[in-house]
C-alpha cells in the first residue's frame, strides 16, 4: 500500500474531525490538495467562483452545525481573497479551518510570483495562522488548528506549500484530540451570591439578550418570569429568544423597534445575557449593570458593570432562578409590554397604507409576504444594509427558522455566499437569500454555483437601483447622498440566461405569486422586486444632531417601516397581562 502524501494526510485528518466539503477554487500549489479530495470517499470539493465566497459558505455551514468546516485557496491573490469571509466568520465564532496553500518552500521570502506570507496575513481574524515548513510538521500544526477553531469557536488558517504537499507523509503523528461538546460553565459561588443580591434588592429588572442565549429558551422564560422582567433582544439573538416569549419589548439598536430601549433606561438594574451589543449609544449609563458571558474577554468592553459574571447563559440561569426572590409586581413589565405595543403600532402602517396600489413596491411589503409564505424551518440569509433591517423586522422566529447574516463584521454580499453553505447542509430544506441589488451584483457570479450544483436556494432581490444604507447614513450626517445609485438591472434576466429560474416582479399584486412561484420550483430561483428607494428606516432612537442632519438633506419620504407578524405577538402578551 502506497504510502500518503502530505496533502492526502491533510484532507483525511479534516474527515476524521468531521469535515465533508470543502470550499474553494482550484489551482496551482493548491492542486495537489485537491487532487487529494478527488480520491477521498467523505470529502467533497465545492468549486466556486470567487474564494470569497468559499469562505463565507464555510462560516455559514459552521454557524449552522456548530461543527468544523473548511476552505481553502490558491497561493497569493487566491488564498488573499478569503480574508473576508473568514473575518465574518472568525467575529461570527464559527469553528472554520482554512487552507491557505504557499509558494514553492524554496522560494518564500525572495519575493517569487505571487509570494504573499499568509501565515501572517490571517494573523488578526483566526486564533491560530501558522506556516507548514516540512512535511515532518504538518500532522501536529493541523491537529492544533482544528483543537483551536472548534475549541475557541473561530478560524484556524495552515499555510502549506504545493511542494511540501506533495511529499511523502511522515510515520504517525496524525492522531486527533477532538473536544465534541462545549463543558457547561457555571460562575463561582462568590460571584452568584452577588448576583442573586442585586436582583433581589431590584424592583425593576430589565433582560437583554444576545446570541450568547442559544439553547437557554426556557431559562431565559424562568428568570423573566420569577422577576417579571421585559425581555428585549439584539439583532442576533433575536432567532433564540423572540419567539415563545410573553416578555417581549422588541430590538434595540440601530436596527430596532419596539420599547427594548425605553425598558432597558428605565429599569434600576439591567441583566445582559450573551450579548456583546456594540452600541455604546443605546445603553444606559446610571443604571445597576450585569453582563454574564462564557467569554470573559467580552466583559465590560461595552459599558461599566457592577458585576460580571463569568459563565454560559444557561448554567448561570439554573443556579440563578430558583436562588432569588419572586417578585409579586408586574407594573413595570406590563407598562413595558404596553409601550411596545404602541410602538408597533404606530410603525405597522408603513407598509399597508395603499400598498396594493402603491409602485415602486414598499421593501416593507415585500418582507411581510415572505414571512407568511417561507417554510417554518426555513433558513435566510441577509445581506448587510436595508435587507438586513427588513429581516430584522419582519422575519418572525419560532425555533426552528434560522437568519444569518454578516451581523458583526457588516460585509456586503454575503447573502448569497452563506445560502450556498446553508443549502449544501440540506438540500430538502427551504434556503432564502434576501439579498440587495448592491450586495448581489458584488458576488454575483456564484449565483453560477446555484446552476452547476443545482441548489435550490431561493434568492428574492430587493432592487431599488442603489445603495440605501448608505444614503440614510450621508443623510443622517446632513450630506447629499453621492455615487449611491445603480443603473436599473434585470436580474430576473440574467437569472434565466445563466439557466436558473427567474421572476420579475414591477406591481405589489405579483408579489405573494411570484414567491409561491419560486419556492413551488424544483432548483434555483431569483425573484427580482423593484422596491421603493425612498423606503428608509430610521432607529427607534436618534440624536438631535441627527435629525437635524437628516433634516438638511431629506428630500424623500423616511419610512419608520413596519413589523409584520411581531404585533400580533406583543397583542397577544398585553392581552394575556393578569388582571386583579
Known amino acids: 500500500m502506497a504510502k500518503q502524501s502530505v496533502a492526502e494526510q491533510y484532507v483525511d485528518l479534516l474527515a476524521r474531525a468531521g469535515v465533508r466539503r470543502m470550499y474553494g477554487v482550484v489551482g496551482d500549489s493548491l492542486n495537489p490538495v485537491v487532487d487529494a479530495v478527488r480520491r477521498h470517499g467523505d470529502v467533497e470539493w465545492i468549486q466556486v467562483r470567487h474564494e470569497e465566497v468559499a469562505a463565507f459558505a464555510a462560516g455559514a455551514e459552521a454557524q449552522l452545525t456548530g461543527r468544523l468546516a473548511a476552505c481553502a485557496g490558491s497561493c497569493g491573490p487566491g488564498n488573499l481573497h478569503l480574508i473576508n469571509g473568514l473575518y465574518d466568520a472568525h467575529r461570527s465564532m464559527a469553528p472554520v479551518l482554512a487552507l491557505a496553500a504557499q509558494i514553492p518552500s524554496g522560494e518564500i521570502g525572495t519575493g517569487y510570483f ?82 442573586i443580591q442585586l436582583v433581589d434588592a431590584a424592583e425593576k429588572v430589565t433582560v437583554f439578550c444576545g446570541r450568547g442565549v442559544e439553547g437557554a429558551h426556557a431559562e ?69 449593570t450585569v453582563q454574564v458571558d462564557i467569554q470573559p474577554e467580552r466583559l ?57 396600489r402603491h409602485t415602486p413596491i414598499h421593501p416593507e411589503y415585500v418582507a411581510a409576504v415572505l414571512d407568511e409564505e417561507a417554510d417554518d424551518d426555513a433558513i435566510f440569509t441577509a445581506d448587510t444594509g436595508m435587507c438586513c433591517v427588513w429581516a430584522a423586522r419582519y422575519l418572525t422566529p419560532n425555533g426552528r427558522r434560522r437568519i444569518l447574516g454578516s451581523f458583526v463584521h457588516g460585509s456586503m454580499a454575503n447573502a448569497l455566499p452563506q445560502a450556498i453553505g446553508a443549502q449544501f447542509l440540506d438540500r430538502g430544506r427551504q434556503v432564502v437569500s434576501i439579498s440587495g441589488d448592491g450586495g448581489f451584483s458584488m458576488l454575483m457570479g456564484d449565483f453560477l454555483t446555484l446552476v452547476q450544483y443545482g441548489l435550490p436556494v431561493k434568492v428574492v432581490v430587493f432592487n431599488n437601483s442603489s445603495l440605501g444604507m448608505v444614503d440614510l447614513e450621508m443623510m443622517v450626517d446632513g450630506l447629499t447622498p453621492y455615487g449611491t445609485t445603480y443603473r436599473h438591472t434585470d436580474f430576473a434576466a440574467i437569472a434565466r440566461a445563466a439557466g436558473a429560474h427567474g421572476i420579475r416582479v414591477e406591481q405589489p399584486g405579483q408579489v405573494r405569486d411570484a414567491l409561491r ?52 405577538l406583543a397583542r397577544t402578551n398585553l392581552r394575556n397581562i393578569p388582571r386583579p
Not at 484556524?156 to 492522531?175: I, R, S, Y
Open 300 to 356: 465590560g468592553r461595552r459599558t461599566q458593570l457592577d458585576l460580571a459574571v463569568w459563565g454560559d447563559v444557561r448554567e448561570t440561569l439554573r443556579c440563578l432562578t430558583p436562588a432569588v426572590r419572586a417578585k409579586t409586581s408586574r407594573m413595570f413589565l406590563d407598562t413595558m409590554l404596553d409601550r411596545h405595543l404602541h410602538a408597533l403600532e404606530s410603525a405597522i402602517g408603513a407598509y399597508t397604507h395603499d400598498v396594493e
Open 114 to 195: 505571487q509570494e504573499t506570507h499568509p501565515d501572517r496575513l490571517f494573523a488578526e481574524c483566526s486564533h491560530y495562522s501558522e506556516l507548514v515548513s516540512s512535511r515532518h510538521q504538518m500532522p501536529r500544526v493541523a491537529q492544533t488548528a482544528i483543537q483551536h477553531a472548534v475549541g475557541r469557536r473561530g478560524v484556524a488558517v495552515v499555510a502549506l506549500p504545493g511542494d511540501v504537499a506533495g511529499q511523502k507523509a511522515p510515520d504517525g503523528g496524525a492522531e486527533l484530540a477532538i473536544p465534541l461538546d462545549r463543558p457547561a460553565v457555571r460562575p463561582g459561588d462568590d460571584e452568584l451570591a452577588r448576583l
Open 517 to 568: 412561484e419560486a419556492f413551488a420550483h424544483d432548483g434555483p430561483a431569483l425573484v427580482d422586486v423593484v422596491t421603493d428607494p425612498a423606503a428608509l428606516a430610521v432607529p427607534p432612537k436618534i440624536t438631535s444632531e441627527q435629525v437635524t442632519g437628516f433634516a438638511l438633506s431629506a428630500s424623500r419620504t423616511v419610512l419608520s417601516g413596519g413589523v409584520g407578524r411581531m404585533i400580533h
Open 220 to 288: 431565559v422564560m424562568a428568570f423573566a418570569e420569577k422577576v417579571k422582567a421585559p425581555v428585549g433582544h439584539a439583532l442576533r439573538g433575536k432567532e433564540h429568544i423572540q419567539y415563545d416569549n410573553p416578555y417581549d419589548v422588541g430590538m434595540s439598536g440601530l436596527l430596532g423597534y419596539g420599547a427594548a430601549y425605553q425598558a432597558m433606561h428605565e429599569c434600576d438594574l439591567l441583566v445582559l445575557l450573551g450579548t456583546d451589543f456594540p452600541y455604546t449609544d443605546f445603553l444606559p449609563r446610571g443604571v445597576r
